[in-house]
Protein backbone atom coordinates (compact mmCIF):
# COMPACT_ATOMS: atom_id res chain seq x y z
CA UNK A 1 0.00 0.00 0.00
CA UNK A 2 1.08 3.60 -0.64
CA UNK A 3 0.60 6.09 1.42
CA UNK A 4 0.73 9.61 0.29
CA UNK A 5 2.01 12.18 2.58
CA UNK A 6 2.56 15.79 1.87
CA UNK A 7 6.19 16.31 3.59
CA UNK A 8 6.58 19.62 1.37
CA UNK A 9 3.50 20.95 3.20
CA UNK A 10 4.53 19.60 6.54
CA UNK A 11 6.17 21.47 8.84
CA UNK A 12 9.27 19.93 11.25
CA UNK A 13 6.94 19.16 13.92
CA UNK A 14 4.22 17.46 12.07
CA UNK A 15 6.71 15.65 10.34
CA UNK A 16 7.69 14.50 13.89
CA UNK A 17 4.44 13.84 15.21
CA UNK A 18 4.12 11.45 12.20
CA UNK A 19 6.86 9.52 12.94
CA UNK A 20 6.10 9.22 16.58
CA UNK A 21 2.70 7.77 15.18
CA UNK A 22 4.48 5.03 13.11
CA UNK A 23 6.61 4.06 15.52
CA UNK A 24 4.68 3.72 18.14
CA UNK A 25 2.21 1.37 15.60
CA UNK A 26 5.23 -0.63 14.83
CA UNK A 27 5.78 -0.41 18.90
CA UNK A 28 2.76 -2.44 19.29
CA UNK A 29 3.36 -4.79 16.84
CA UNK A 30 6.85 -5.78 17.28
CA UNK A 31 6.28 -9.89 15.95
CA UNK A 32 5.04 -8.57 12.60
CA UNK A 33 8.45 -6.27 11.96
CA UNK A 34 10.99 -9.14 10.65
CA UNK A 35 14.56 -8.44 12.49
CA UNK A 36 17.61 -9.32 9.71
CA UNK A 37 19.83 -12.22 10.34
CA UNK A 38 22.75 -9.92 11.28
CA UNK A 39 21.10 -8.89 14.31
CA UNK A 40 20.94 -12.33 15.75
CA UNK A 41 25.09 -13.06 14.53
CA UNK A 42 25.89 -9.64 16.57
CA UNK A 43 23.54 -10.71 19.38
CA UNK A 44 25.52 -14.16 19.56
CA UNK A 45 28.83 -12.45 19.17
CA UNK A 46 28.04 -10.56 21.94
CA UNK A 47 27.07 -13.12 24.04
CA UNK A 48 30.33 -14.84 23.48
CA UNK A 49 32.45 -12.00 24.53
CA UNK A 50 30.80 -11.61 27.94
CA UNK A 51 31.21 -15.19 28.71
CA UNK A 52 34.69 -15.11 27.54
CA UNK A 53 35.36 -11.91 30.11
CA UNK A 54 36.40 -9.31 27.13
CA UNK A 55 33.35 -7.41 27.52
CA UNK A 56 31.22 -6.49 30.70
CA UNK A 57 27.86 -5.09 31.20
CA UNK A 58 27.70 -1.56 32.52
CA UNK A 59 24.67 0.98 33.66
CA UNK A 60 22.63 3.27 31.99
CA UNK A 61 24.31 6.40 33.59
CA UNK A 62 28.00 5.14 33.07
CA UNK A 63 27.08 4.11 29.03
CA UNK A 64 25.80 8.44 29.09
CA UNK A 65 28.64 9.51 30.74
CA UNK A 66 31.12 7.78 28.29
CA UNK A 67 28.86 8.95 25.29
CA UNK A 68 29.04 12.29 26.37
CA UNK A 69 32.44 12.63 26.65
CA UNK A 70 32.68 10.51 23.51
CA UNK A 71 30.99 13.64 21.87
CA UNK A 72 32.57 16.37 23.13
CA UNK A 73 36.02 14.85 22.21
CA UNK A 74 34.29 14.98 19.01
CA UNK A 75 33.25 18.56 18.85
CA UNK A 76 36.40 19.84 20.52
CA UNK A 77 38.06 18.63 16.91
CA UNK A 78 36.22 20.83 14.97
CA UNK A 79 37.24 23.48 13.55
CA UNK A 80 36.13 27.07 15.13
CA UNK A 81 33.48 28.82 13.23
CA UNK A 82 32.27 25.73 12.48
CA UNK A 83 31.36 24.22 15.47
CA UNK A 84 28.08 26.92 16.10
CA UNK A 85 26.63 23.58 17.09
CA UNK A 86 28.78 23.24 20.11
CA UNK A 87 27.01 25.80 22.29
CA UNK A 88 23.98 23.88 22.32
CA UNK A 89 25.39 20.88 24.18
Same mark, same amino acid.
Given at each position: ???????????V?????????????L?? =??????????? &? %???? %????????G? =?? *????? %???? &?S??? *?????????? &?????????
Amino acid at each position: MHVAIPLDKMDVTEKLRVLEEVWDSLCH =SQEDVPSPAWH &G %EVLR %ERDQRIREGK =SK *FIDLA %EAKR &GSKKD *FQRILSSVPD &GEADERDRI
